[in-house]
């Protein structure tokens, strides 16, 4: 059996991407508008147009960079740009200077240390100052933040023009619309429904006192029921004081006697 063996193929390293965030802030929007106003000067003119799309895009891009930093890839959220500085000293010095590799590791430990702990006691802060304001929504929120339990929620709500709304006070008003149409409506034209029927039960209760005749009708009819003989006791066992041996009491057995008379 013969197995071809490949060469394993180094991953290029990630390059890291720029923060165009910083182009908002007014020094560096201002600057970069100089810097490309004068780039785009230098500009040749060209019959095509993919190539002078590449041109401006290019000089876009190379204008931008010395203003955006890169963006770190952060592993943790206590992590500071001063601390991604140092591992990157550190990685640089791996191969050049042991002795300042050693220095560099212990002093991005020592920093991540401190960093980790600060981080840590300024979210036991807020989470004791929440529970002393009764602010329980921020303290179970960042509960639910640190247990990695988050729900992604849709934000995207339509205004009444087919645009979505942006701020939290666009979506309030949105909702504050949608309301007012729904239990402010116009009242229903034509005549009113006529409500349903009432149905009465079959048996319904009296008011008003029965009669003599009736209360007369009901002793007749407890009269006539019968009483079943209750099961023969063992030998042995004792009666209790006024009952029957055939199980029923003494005053029923007399009445029952009486009535047959």
């Not at 055939?246 to 009445?255: A, C, D, F, I, M």
Request: aromatic fraction near 8%; proline fraction near 8%.
């Amino acid at each position: 059996m013969q197995l071809r063996l490949q060469r394993s193929k180094r991953k290029a390293p990630i390059t890291a991407k720029p923060n165009r965030v910083c182009l908002r802030l007014p020094a560096a929007k201002q600057e970069f508008q100089i810097v490309f106003s004068n780039r785009f000067a230098m500009l040749e003119p060209s019959e095509d147009i993919d190539t002078e799309e590449k041109q401006i895009s290019a000089a876009i891009i190379e204008c931008a960079i010395p203003l955006c930093p890169p963006i770190w890839r952060r592993t943790q959220q206590w992590t500071s740009d001063e601390c991604l500085d140092l591992v990157e000293k550190r990685k640089k010095a791996k191969h050049a200077d042991f002795e300042e590799y050693r220095r560099l590791n212990k002093e991005v430990r020592k920093k991540l240390k401190e960093e980790r702990e600060a981080y840590w006691n300024q979210v036991a802060a807020e989470m004791e100052e929440a529970a002393s304001k009764h602010e329980y929504r921020t303290l179970y929120q960042t509960i639910r933040r640190l247990g990695g339990k988050t729900k992604s929620t849709n934000d995207n709500i339509k205004k009444a023009d087919g645009t979505f709304a942006k701020s939290s006070e666009e979506r309030l008003q949105r909702w504050k619309e949608f309301f007012q149409q729904l239990y402010n409506h116009d009242r229903p034209q034509g005549p009113l429904p006529e409500p349903p029927p009432i149905v009465l039960p079959a048996n319904p209760f009296l008011n008003d006192e029965p009669t003599a005749a009736k209360v007369k009708s009901a002793i007749k009819s407890l009269k006539n029921v019968s009483f079943a003989a209750a099961p023969p006791r063992p030998p042995g066992a004792d009666m209790a004081i006024g009952e029957h041996p055939n199980g029923l009491e003494e005053s029923h057995y007399h009445s029952d006697i009486e009535e047959r008379r």
